[in-house]
């Protein structure tokens, strides 16, 4: 069985910084890709950022030069630093660990990231 263990989220004023971490454990191997999404009520899911294992990381447009994501490939574990938030970036952030070939896709259970003065 795999967990994914999300923690960061929260209240933040406009302009300000939060960082999000996701921690994979369990049965899992071979991690093709681990990266962000988020979610606002309806609509669809939409890709933040990805960083997958050779190194390559892929941004939305609308994230570029503001967030950052990272990953420790020993612990298994993205991390998704967000400066100068924006209210267009409150959503809940999930995040998202594929295996090579599509073996795998796990979700979190998703952390609420709130940006309102």
């Known amino acids: 069985q795999v967990q994914l263990v999300e923690s960061g989220g929260g209240l933040v004023q406009p302009g300000g910084s939060l960082r999000l971490s996701c921690a994979a454990s369990g049965s899992i191997f071979s991690i093709y890709a681990m990266g962000w999404y988020r979610q606002v009520p309806g609509k669809e899911r939409e890709l933040v950022a990805v960083?997958?294992?050779?190194?390559?990381?892929n941004y939305a447009n609308s994230v570029k030069g503001r967030f950052t994501i990272s990953r420790d490939y020993a612990k298994n574990t993205v991390y998704l630093q967000m400066n100068n938030l924006q209210p267009e970036d409150t959503a809940v952030y999930y995040c998202?660990?594929?295996?090579?070939?599509?073996?795998?896709?796990?979700w979190g259970r998703g952390t609420q990231v709130t940006v309102s003065s």
């Open positions: 998202n660990v594929f295996g090579p070939l599509g073996q795998y896709n796990y």
């Open positions: 960083k997958i294992s050779d190194g390559t990381t």
